[in-house]
């Protein structure tokens, strides 16, 4: 058996291969209330469909203030619960295991109120300035998040991400380009990740479930982390007790990045070598040999698809047809897939 196609557990949870539907913004709740719509359950349920080991949902809200749009889904509310947890029921039955990936927004939440982040800094000259965050704003979304996590528990979700990458909130603590407080958030390194320690642990009161976290492995400005700097947050992280790191980049401020395959592989194979914690790949990952290839060298553990898996919901198929793997197909489905 490939190991793409081989099962793989984190924390009691098995993962039925190591395809993973990265989460993808669908800005699609038209009522602007957060909910599931029609549209999410077709698109979530036909990748489950399609055979992905995990289904992670896009960056959901943990509060109103946290969203990149209003058209984002949210889970700040125990309304959000009910939708979720049908949805998740429909995903469970093709055999997928299921993530949500809390976040919020901080300065770029493009919303017509009030927006918050660690320093009043704009993202860009066309970008709202946001209000600076005082220590009862942080302590109030400390709580938010660990508020998600349990509604998460109740709407049946296997797995937590913690969405610290791209120039969101946790990120913006993170890096010393957004981070310019004078407090015990900001400054050193160690009080930079203040912020993220103590949401793991408050998440961690609630949730025992595999939990991993999404970072930014790589700023594209010398003015930001450096890559010891990422390794230093990843040693925390491991004592903290996240079983894996989602190695993304980029989003702290403009940048012009050069994309091509596996273009953020290296950093993500260094922080699973050098921190010794599980890590998943993600960017430009198209075809079944490359992610073989990522897995087999023991570059990472999870391979995580984006717009491949928007062009074709049944990806994971394509590729065990690569491999010559043999991928065992919804019943109503065997007639055309052997």
Same mark, same amino acid.
Not at 282 to 299: K, P, S
């Given at each position: 058996m490939t190991k793409l196609f081989s099962p793989i557990e984190f924390n009691r949870?098995?993962?039925?291969?190591?395809?993973?539907m990265s989460p993808m913004c669908m800005y699609s709740c038209v009522e602007q209330d957060g909910k599931i719509t029609p549209f999410?359950?077709?698109?979530?349920?036909?990748?489950?469909?399609?055979?992905?080991g995990l289904i992670m949902t896009e960056a959901t809200a943990v509060v109103p203030e946290g969203r990149i749009s209003h058209?984002?889904?949210?889970?700040?509310?125990d309304e959000h619960i009910e939708g979720l947890k049908r949805l998740n029921e429909q995903l469970h039955r093709y055999g997928a295991k299921t993530g949500i990936q809390l976040a919020h927004a901080g300065r770029?939440?493009?919303?017509?109120?009030?927006?918050f982040a660690p320093s009043p800094l704009a993202f860009g000259e066309s970008s709202k300035t946001p209000v600076e965050m005082t220590k009862a704003d942080i302590s109030n979304t400390i709580k938010a998040f660990k508020d998600g996590a349990e509604r998460a528990q109740k709407a049946g979700f296997d797995i937590i991400e913690l969405h /610290?990458?791209?120039?969101?909130? !946790?990120? @913006?603590?993170?890096?010393p380009m957004t981070n310019k407080r004078h407090d015990e958030y900001g400054g050193s390194r160690k009080n930079r990740y203040r912020f993220m320690s103590q949401l793991i642990e408050a998440v961690k009161t609630v949730w025992e479930g595999p939990l991993f976290a999404r970072i930014s492995t790589n700023e594209y400005d010398p003015n930001g982390n450096t890559l010891d700097d990422i390794l230093y947050f990843a040693g925390q992280m491991k004592q903290q007790g996240i079983d894996l790191i989602d190695c993304s980049s980029g989003g702290v401020v403009p940048a012009a990045v050069k994309r091509y395959p596996g273009y953020q592989l290296k950093r993500c194979?260094?922080?699973?070598?050098?921190?010794?914690?599980?890590?998943?790949?993600?960017?430009?990952?198209?075809? /079944?040999?490359?992610?073989?290839? !990522?897995? @087999?060298?023991?570059?990472?553990?999870?391979?995580?698809?984006?717009?491949?898996?928007?062009r074709n919901p049944y990806w994971a198929k394509a590729v065990a047809d690569e491999l010559n793997e043999t991928l065992p197909a919804p019943h109503q489905y065997e007639r055309g897939w052997q």
């Open positions: 949870v098995e993962l039925k291969n190591r395809i993973v999410h359950e077709t698109h979530y349920i036909s990748r489950a469909v399609g055979q992905a058209e984002d889904v949210g889970i700040w509310d770029k939440a493009r919303l017509d109120s009030e927006i /610290g990458a791209h120039g969101y909130l !946790i990120n @913006q603590f993170l890096s194979e260094t922080i699973k070598q050098e921190a010794s914690l599980p890590t998943g790949a993600v960017g430009l990952i198209t075809t /079944g040999i490359q992610a073989e290839e !990522i897995l @087999q060298n023991d570059r990472a553990d999870l391979v995580l698809i984006g717009r491949a898996l928007l």
